[in-house]
């Protein structure tokens, strides 16, 4: 986080998301909904996993597969060299109040900070699958 702070003018806006990985972890390892700009269609999830090191998670890792059923015969053509093609996604487990503080750790007590759910206040979304960080660095910096 300190390279972005780094980055950012003085008066520069850092916008920064990350999974729902509390909801994750509280509900057995499930997304309770699904993430709001990933596109679904012709992917299906095979397994889950995250690994923990000392009671603590530090890694999420997602097998999926690129299925072609269902989609339009245009785009199904198009990605046919991809059918039933296994692919991994990882990352790490940020969880909301370890994210907040490697931000204020990098950015300062100085700067303003929002977090929004699925891109709307907290309190209009109940779980949200993704949190969006905005931190404005300070002018003082």
Same mark, same amino acid.
């Given at each position: 986080?300190?390279?972005?702070?780094?980055?950012?003018?003085?008066?520069?806006?850092?916008?920064i998301d990350h999974l729902n990985f509390d909801n994750y972890l509280e /509900?057995? =390892?499930? *997304?309770?909904?699904?993430?709001?700009?990933?596109? #679904?269609?012709?992917?299906? %999830?095979?397994? /889950?996993? =995250?690994? *923990?090191?000392?009671?603590?998670?530090?890694?999420? #890792?997602?097998?999926?597969? %690129?299925?072609?059923?269902?989609?339009?015969?245009?785009?199904?053509?198009?990605?046919?060299?991809f059918d039933k093609m296994v692919f991994r996604t990882q990352s790490f487990?940020?969880q909301l109040a370890d994210f907040k503080s490697l931000l204020r750790s990098?950015?300062?007590?100085?700067?303003?900070?929002?977090?929004?759910?699925?891109?709307?206040?907290?309190?209009?979304?109940?779980?949200?699958?993704?949190?969006?960080?905005?931190?404005?660095?300070?002018?003082?910096?």
């Amino acid at each position: 986080m300190k390279n972005f702070e780094k980055m950012l003018k003085p008066g520069g806006i850092l916008i920064i998301d990350h999974l729902n990985f509390d909801n994750y972890l509280e /509900s057995g =390892m499930q *997304f309770l909904s699904s993430p709001i700009y990933y596109e #679904r269609k012709g992917i299906k %999830v095979l397994k /889950s996993y =995250m690994l *923990f090191e000392d009671g603590r998670p530090c890694m999420w #890792r997602r097998d999926n597969v %690129v299925d072609l059923d269902g989609l339009s015969n245009d785009v199904a053509e198009s990605l046919q060299k991809f059918d039933k093609m296994v692919f991994r996604t990882q990352s790490f487990p940020h969880q909301l109040a370890d994210f907040k503080s490697l931000l204020r750790s990098a950015f300062g007590e100085n700067a303003s900070y929002q977090i929004l759910g699925n891109f709307k206040p907290l309190e209009e979304v109940k779980e949200p699958s993704v949190y969006v960080h905005i931190v404005k660095k300070s002018l003082e910096n």
